[in-house]
């Protein structure tokens, strides 16, 4: 790291998830692309965490510039990463459970309180159901009907 910390107690090297929030606003303010990187990276595996949260208070009262703007599309390319990743996986199980039901798709949204163009949203990720209706589609997957 090309940025050093003053009158913070931790090292750059440090996990960032250890650095006070001043050391986390020196990096943002006074280093290079390279200094951001253990950032961006814990953006990356957490992006609701407490490193996140922190960038987005610190772009709060922040005058916007470049770097600012580019936080801020870390943070929310994070997110959306994840969402998606999530929207798949929700759609995977709704795949899942009306195959190993062995009913139609149609004869499974009707079993499930759904339409057919309503659970065919859920299987391809376009639409993501319920909590509630999730649970239902994957009991109903595991019944003898």
């Known amino acids: 790291m090309t940025v050093s910390f003053r009158n913070v107690d931790a090292h750059p090297d440090d996990d960032v998830l250890t650095w006070p929030y001043e050391a986390l606003i020196t990096v943002i303010d006074r280093g290079l692309v390279s200094d951001w990187q253990p950032i961006f990276a814990e953006i990356r595996r957490s992006p609701w965490g407490p490193v996140s949260r922190r960038i987005e208070r610190y772009l709060t009262y922040r005058p916007p510039d470049g ?10 390319e994070a997110r959306l990463s994840v969402e998606n990743t999530d ?3 929700v759609a995977t199980r709704v795949r899942s459970a009306v195959e190993q039901s062995g009913l139609t798709a149609a004869e499974f949204a009707k ?3 759904t339409s057919p163009s309503r659970l065919s949203t859920y299987m391809t990720g376009s639409v993501v159901p319920s909590a ?10 595991q019944k003898p009907h």
């Open 67 to 76: 770097v600012g703007t580019l936080f801020r599309l870390a943070v929310n």
């Open 87 to 89: 929207k798949d996986e």
């Open 111 to 113: 079993l499930v309180g």
């Open 132 to 141: 509630a209706l999730l649970i239902r589609i994957e009991r109903h997957a």
